[in-house]
């Protein structure tokens, strides 16, 4: 997408070692004309799969799964990382490595509002070695829930993430797709 | 908010202590159009203000903020409580007491996301003791920004913190405002 490919270019950081750091709108900052063009997008690429809900991860994951889940007119849950009081105290529970903190981090999701039979569309910030969004396809299933497609903001393909989620056999749309940061430079596949 | 308070007569549970569960709309799985809607009537009571930022504090707090943010055209930052990688040495940190987690947490601003100058507009999901709250107005002041105007979505008053706002002499706005919750009955203030 292109306002999100330039954004990234015009205020991206390349920090090194695979970080892009984009908290001027993605991350801690976030701009909702941005978020919301990025979720019409999404909405456009992924509206034929008949999703029931949008799935993500707390806590950069909440921007963009919102206003895709506003423009598909469908619920969007995302998995806890600590289990509030609130939560029952039978949930589904897996852990996934972070990248942004360097240790695992649990991924915890309510039964309540997963069922049996639903068509879940997994919307994250980033895609890059793909842990967290399979950390989120395995809650999906232990519901008896359908991923149908995953969607990520950002795709660092040198990552390997894309080949570790094509054995689902759904569609992986990413909007800006970057295949290296060498350097200071940020090239895209396009 | 009329659709607001319905929702939370039909879906919120009273679990005891003042803790209303809200994990069906609000926190957890989130209803986006209830959402939008009040990020359309916080930017209705709040366009006055001329507020240049959204202020939260991550988690809850992000999905009513951006909504209100999309409809008022100024970005959001949200608080984070953990520091990532990608924040600066440097940052403004406050400590604030977590209602649903039961120990004190940090509230953290990257300096590069909030100015000397700025108008602040506070939003968060519950306006309870005001701690939360009251951190987020520390963290904006140690930036030398004016908190203009602070809204949640839903006040429980017996809690008391419009008491605690009240001395910043800035308008206080919340969508449900619950007056007691005994037993299991949950009555709102009209």
Redesign the interface.
Known sequence: MRELKERILKEG?N?GEG?L?V???V???????L??ACGKEFSRRFAHLGATKVLTA??SG??PA??T??HL??????A?K?K????PDQVYLTLAPSH???RMVELI??P??LAHGEKVLIIDDFLASGATILGLVRLAEAAGSQVVGIGALIEKSFEGGRKVLEPLGVPVESLACIVSMEGSRILFSD
């Open positions: 950081q920090l970080i750091k908290d001027g709108f991350n801690h900052q976030v701009d909702p004309n978020m919301d707390e806590i909440i921007a919102l206003t889940a506003l007119g469908i619920p969007v849950v995302y806890r600590t509030p009081i609130t939560m942004t903190k360097g999701i309510s309540e509002f």
